[in-house]
């Protein structure tokens, strides 16, 4: 009890300050250190790991899709910036620029690369001549800069990682067919392999990307009942292939202006994971992503200490190479229970514990981190009940998270039982919008929530819009957001 409680005081309860109890969990799982920059962060190895599992599961599925990968410089011209108006708009307020190298002023400032469609766009210009240069379809996995005011590990910061993914269509049903197809694999993707359960559906035009003509998203929520946009895909129409002037020779050999798409996900599905699983005695990971699905600890006297490790390796060896990732915690200087508590706080699924008794018995004790459950298994069935188990582990982790969302998801009729509703609780809401900019800048004003999409299949159809009670448009999620 004594190992227990030290460990778990040096996390904060989420009902007491959630914020604080995130941090104190990247801190406590050594996930992050903070660099000499402000705001951006070093990812230590097991923080990466889970990048590492995300990016190979990602990039198998783009793959599967006729994608492949490229690298583009991460310093792009100013003048690219000033082609598309809306975008430089939308980014300009964070982006870092380089003014002077090699002791001598530039002759044009470059701009660290925010988001890479300028620069895409510049190449495509000069790729694609034909239509059967169509479609090119082309991701990339980099680092961007945005600066940005206010920050938080892995959830915003201004140095991250992630996936764009940038291609050029013949027509507009092409190019909105492979918007929706990229924002179908986001959602399986975030559902199935990090068992976060997500909404999806189309932005407003406020909260669009900047260039785009529409943009979608899938929007998870966390135990605080904030919303983090897990994924997005934008379909850009014409805009930046006539600004950058991508034009290709179709069938009838005239010239015709290309359609095109981007979409891309981050190092932000890190703190979504830690902020949906997580519980007030550390992480929880789900099974697919975990860098170790289960830790095995020998237990037990000094004297039987050598035959049980001996058992402990060989079962181990049964694991490896079942493609389980497995490791096995021998130390001899710290106690079992400070083992378990250890394991507990980061996250990993399975613990296996065995002991001198279970050698005899030919068993051994299998614990879930999420329920907590213990079940004694056959020594001979290892590789199998594992295997059983991590999956029932991930579908009860997407369904408990799940549960949560349901719990805190409410519908309404004005801004005034919205703002009843946030005074009280927390949680995404439901309401009808008129489709104004005006009544969706109050909601904001009024309440600090802002639209986080507009869901393909919501719970109800609203017929008036929450502010001005005219007829609505659309079916509007509204959330507090990160």
Known sequence: MADEKQFVKEITPQS?????????????????????VRGCIVFKPDSYEIWENIQRELDKRFKETGHRNAYFPLFIPESFFQKEKDHIEGFNPELPWVTEAAGEKLEERLAIRPTSETMFGHMYAEWINSYRD??????????????????????????????????????EADARKETMQMLEIYRDFVEDFLAIPVIVGQKTPSERFA???????????????KAVQAG???????????????KYLDRENTHQFVHTTSWGSSTRLIGALIMVHGDDRGLVIPPKVAPTQVVMIPI????????VLAKT??????????????????????????????????GIPLRIELGPRDMENGQMVLVSRVSGEKRIIKQEN???????????????????????????????????GMKQYLEKK???????????????????????????NIPFSPAEHKTHCLVCEEPALHTVVFGRSY
């Open 16 to 36: 007491e300050d959630f914020s604080k109890w995130y941090l104190d969990v990247i801190k406590k799982a050594d996930l992050m250190s903070y660099s000499p």
């Open 134 to 171: 169509l479609p090119l379809l082309i991701n990339q996995w980099a680092n961007v800069v945005r600066w940005e005011k206010r920050t938080l590990p892995f959830i915003r910061t201004s140095e991250f990682l992630w996936q764009e993914g940038h291609t050029a269509h013949e027509d």
């Open 211 to 225: 260039g785009a003509v529409d943009t979608y998203s899938i929007e998870a929520m966390m135990k605080d009942g």
């Open 232 to 246: 997005t895909s934008h379909y850009l129409g014409t805009k930046f292939a006539v600004a950058f002037d991508i």
């Open 300 to 307: 037990g006297p000094p004297k039987s200490r050598e035959p």
């Open 313 to 346: 390796n060989e079962l181990y060896t049964l694991l490896k190479q079942a493609g389980i990732r497995v490791k096995v915690d021998d130390r001899a200087d710290v106690t079992p229970g400070w083992k378990f508590n250890e394991y507990e706080m980061r």
């Open 382 to 416: 290892l590789v199998q009940e594992v295997e059983q188990i991590l999956a029932e582990i991930q579908t009860e982790m997407f369904e408990k998270a799940k549960q949560f969302r349901e719990d805190n998801f409410t519908s309404v009729d004005s801004l005034d």
């Open 426 to 452: 927390r949680g995404f809401i439901l309401a009808g919008w008129c489709g104004s900019a005006a009544c969706e800048a109050e909601v904001k004003e009024e309440t600090g929530a802002t639209s986080r």
